[in-house]
């Protein structure tokens, strides 16, 4: 069974920082391209930043440019997003999410639970 | 970047009756690119439609997907209980993943 466990959310003050960690298993984590998705409260998805599965190209969200790193360890089968520079507006719950593509067609095939970042002093 | 619109922004029905949620891009899509997503309250989305017409795995064939280039539909034929929830389109392409806005078809 595909299982994405986030950790490492917490409160955190503007121009802090925190590390979130994604934990995957039940497949074969470095065969994959992975995401990290956030929701802020009571608002929609937006697409954060993207790794691919050796870890050798990362793309980001403008909004998050320049502060949010992607990494993975696909020894550790983990995800990883180093956050500096928090803002209020990056408030929200972070869900890592697998990359499935067939060559042709792609989605977000699973999702793990979410880990909320709340930037507030 | 592309801009998904979706339409209207909530849905009020009956169980039993179909349901139909649109998405709207702002340049034409690749349809293979094309996804629907349900989310319900305090849970993570899960996947219902990839390549704008295929439904994933488990997903019951009450729902389907259509269309091409920057119009996309999302039927329900008939809503069942646990089908109110939040539904997300979105797309990828230029190295860029984008959601629209999100339609809530909420029990009337």
């Known amino acids: 069974e595909v299982q994405l466990v986030e950790s490492g959310g917490g409160l955190v003050q503007p121009g802090g920082s925190l590390r979130l960690s994604c934990a995957a298993s039940g497949f074969t984590f470095s065969s994959y391209e992975m995401n990290w998705v956030r929701q802020a409260p009571g608002k929609g998805l937006e697409w954060v930043s993207y790794i691919s599965s050796s870890g050798n190209t990362m793309y980001y969200a403008d909004s998050v440019k320049g502060r949010f790193t992607i990494s993975r360890d696909n020894a550790k089968n983990s995800l990883y997003l180093q956050m500096n520079s928090l803002r209020a507006e990056d408030t929200a719950i972070y869900y890592c999410?697998?990359?499935?593509?067939?060559?042709?067609?792609?989605?977000?095939?699973?999702w793990g639970q979410g880990t909320l970042v709340t930037v507030s002093s | 970047e592309i801009v998904l619109t979706q339409s209207p922004g909530t849905l009020s029905l009956s169980p039993g009756e179909g349901a139909t949620l649109s998405c709207r891009a702002s340049?034409?899509?690749?349809?293979?690119?094309l996804v629907w997503y349900q989310q319900k309250p305090g849970r993570a989305p899960r996947l219902l439609i990839y390549?704008?017409?295929s439904r994933a795995t488990g997903i019951p064939d009450r729902f389907s997907g259509s269309g091409s280039g920057t119009d996309f539909t999302l039927t329900i034929s008939r809503l069942e209980p646990e089908d109110f929830a939040v539904y997300y389109c979105q797309q990828y392409g230029s190295s860029r993943w984008t959601f629209g806005q999100g339609t809530k078809v909420e029990i009337k």
């Open positions: 340049q034409s899509v690749s349809s293979s690119s």
């Open positions: 999410a697998r990359w499935w593509s067939s060559g042709w067609y792609s989605s977000f095939d699973y």
């Open positions: 390549g704008a017409s």
